[in-house]
């Protein structure tokens, strides 16, 4: 599936600003800059939408999309965005993509479970090369419970957003709209989403940060580091740049060589 024209591939709405929780009980409770990002989040990808709970799930109390917060999905698209923008070889993109790539990531479980030296230095090297590169493509969601199933990687012109969720069920139904599919998009179109999502939350935050200096926004007895409120939106200011310089360089042949020993003992 093509990107959709118009569309924007991360999307969010941060919980106005009176509505947000304090963490904390009683007389202690604060809020800070990560707790002040709390909101709903959403990937258009094409004609689905992950992080929006199914019709099954809301019945059950669910709303309607992924509700936390939103920084959370910021953090996560930043620190894998570098590992994405790695063009993967073409030899090795069956072990990530579609049903091949599961069921390459089972043989590798597999394989750990069969391994019988799993202390030496052989047992971990093969280990790293044959799920690292994997997990750095893999969008984190454990905070989730269920969580979502996407891998974002690239080849040399597109990058490729893949998702199977499937096996996260509310009861005996998937957890959320968009059960599997995949969606693909210039690598420089990819840039430019990570971008306006970091300048959009950034922009947001900063007009919250300057409500809350300003007072009279939130109740009196929550504490609140005003100095640390500040640094805190000049550092992750500051993120995007980082993201988006060049991975260190996979190992390939490295890669490679641990699938060999992995195909070498599960069939």
Request: charge should be negative.
């Amino acid at each position: 599936m093509n990107a959709g024209e118009g569309q924007m591939l991360f999307n969010f709405e941060l919980t106005p600003l009176k509505a947000v929780e304090p963490w904390g009980t009683g007389d202690d409770r604060s809020l800070h800059w990560f707790g002040l990002t709390d909101g709903s989040y959403w990937l258009d990808v094409g004609d689905q939408r992950l992080f929006e709970y199914s019709a099954a799930a809301r019945e059950s109390g669910a709303p309607r999309y992924c509700s936390y917060q939103v920084v959370r999905l910021h953090e996560d698209v930043l620190e894998m965005t570098p590992a994405v923008l790695e063009a993967i070889p073409v030899d090795l993109i069956a072990r990530i993509s579609g049903r091949e790539g599961q069921q390459s990531v089972l043989r590798v479980s597999e394989w750990r479970g069969l391994s019988t030296e799993q202390d030496d230095d052989a047992f971990w090297s093969t280990l790293d090369g044959a799920q690292t590169w994997i997990s750095k493509r893999h969008l984190d969601s454990l905070y989730l419970s269920p969580g979502v199933n996407v891998n974002m990687w690239s080849d040399a012109e597109f990058v490729h957003i893949e998702w199977d969720n499937s096996p996260k069920l509310v009861g005996e139904v998937c957890a959320w709209t968009a059960v599997n599919g995949s969606l693909h998009l210039p690598r420089a179109k990819f840039i430019e989403e990570v971008r306006s999502f970091h300048q959009r939350l950034i922009d947001q935050m900063a007009e919250r940060v300057e409500n809350v200096l300003a007072g009279n926004v939130l109740p009196p007895e929550v504490q609140i580091d005003y100095p640390g409120l500040v640094r805190e939106q000049a550092r992750r200011s500051e993120l995007l740049e980082a993201a988006l310089r060049p991975a260190s360089p996979t190992d390939w042949n490295a890669v490679r060589r641990s699938f060999a020993v992995v195909d070498a003992t599960v069939a």
